[in-house]
């Protein structure tokens, strides 16, 4: 069985400084690898998808990820965050052969500090 | 990218009374789509697998009679939460995958969350 690690629950930081939050997932198999924002009472919103190819990634809101095998991680990061960056965040696995399930980690919430 | 939406957003409810939430994919069809539980501060558990016109698959701990899932349409999926107690108060989550998307990514719906007094 596959599963997330997001190694940080609470990432504080202040505005306009940059963010990294890390994620690694275990499986043997290819897979799926993705980031969602979750606003307060709110669904999740995709930020970036890594399917294959290129392993640095580009997202929405300035957001990127980078790929790494060897490493079994897809860390998130942006360069500058703003206040409206402040939310939880997850980063969710699906096995390619296995359709649409994905693993969740267990979301690291940013809390961007003026 | 393709909408899916969830009524009613929030509720709040007798215990023992039975609750319906609804998942609807606005501009797509989904043959399947899937129910989240999530705690507050923590993430989101896969309930159950809801597939059009067949019975739902239930994720290995959930209460099939307790969390009842039909998806009658294409565009419709409905969480029944029975005879609902205070520990099933929650944040429910439904989500889709458009047909032409890749697999694995999902559409997530806004979310209801469920209060049992």
């Known amino acids: ?114 | 990218g393709a909408v899916v939406s969830q009524h009613p957003s929030w509720v709040i409810c007798k215990s023992g009374t039975s609750v319906k939430i609804e998942c609807r994919s606005l501009d797509f069809q989904a043959t399947t789509m899937f129910w989240y539980r999530q705690f507050p501060k923590q993430s989101l558990m896969l309930m159950a697998t809801s597939n059009e016109g067949s019975k739902a698959t239930y994720e290995q701990g959930v209460e099939k009679d307790k969390f009842l899932i039909n998806h009658a349409s294409l565009t419709l999926s409905t969480l029944t939460v029975t005879s609902a107690h205070p520990e099933d108060s929650s944040f429910y989550i439904c989500s889709a995958r458009e047909p032409s998307g890749t697999d694995g990514e999902l559409f997530f719906g806004e979310g209801s969350r469920l209060t049992v007094l």
């Open chain 1, 1 to 114: 069985a596959q599963s997330v690690t997001q190694l940080d629950s609470q990432v504080p930081v202040f505005e306009e400084a940059p963010v990294e939050l890390r994620c690694n997932y275990s499986s043997s198999v290819s897979v799926y690898l993705f980031w969602y924002v979750q606003y307060p009472n709110q669904g999740l919103q995709l930020l970036l998808k890594y399917l294959s190819g290129s392993t640095l990634v580009k997202g929405i809101n300035g957001f990127e990820a980078e790929f790494n095998k060897s490493q079994t991680s897809f860390h998130l990061r942006k360069p500058s965050v703003h206040i409206s960056d402040t939310a939880e965040y997850f980063c969710a696995a699906g096995i390619k052969a296995a359709g649409n399930k994905l693993t969740f980690g267990g979301g690291t919430r940013v809390l961007v500090k003026p």
